[in-house]
């Protein structure tokens, strides 16, 4: 099992950015997928980022393209979302979650994923 702790969440202004992080404790963290879900109020979680195992393959919603980054150390058991040019519409709880799938390639599928932290909630003023 992996616990997930989210941190990095605030309140920032339009054009903005934020550095969230996901710290997992619990046993081979580096064979898990890890990703990155939003959700918004009245909305749906959805899928943002994901980067396989080794951090060679990244992901991401086409709504967040060249804006937000994601990574992982390994040694560390973390992961990390940069997210830049920050818009309202990106406010939402965002939650990283673990993939134990061997082969993830991408799926944004939010059932596909076994863990969830608690959520860091992102607010973005115009």
């Known amino acids: 099992q992996l616990q997930l702790v989210d941190a990095g969440g605030g309140l920032v202004q339009a054009g903005g950015s934020l550095r969230l992080s996901c710290v997992a404790s619990?046993?081979?963290?580096?064979?898990?997928?890890m990703g990155w879900f939003r959700q918004a109020p009245g909305k749906e979680r959805e899928f943002v980022a994901a980067?396989?195992?080794?951090?060679?393959?990244?992901y991401y919603a086409d709504s967040v393209k060249g804006r937000f980054t994601i990574s992982r150390d390994n040694a560390k058991n973390s992961i990390y979302l940069q997210i830049n040019s920050l818009k309202p519409e990106d406010t939402a709880v965002y939650y990283c979650?673990?993939?134990?799938?061997?082969?993830?390639?991408?799926?944004?599928?939010?059932?596909?994923?076994?863990?969830w932290g608690q959520g860091t909630q992102v607010t973005v003023s115009s």
């Open positions: 979650a673990a993939n134990g799938y061997s082969d993830y390639a991408g799926s944004p599928d939010k059932y596909g994923f076994d863990y």
């Open positions: 619990g046993r081979s963290f580096s064979s898990y997928a």
């Open positions: 980067i396989n195992w080794s951090g060679g393959r990244r």
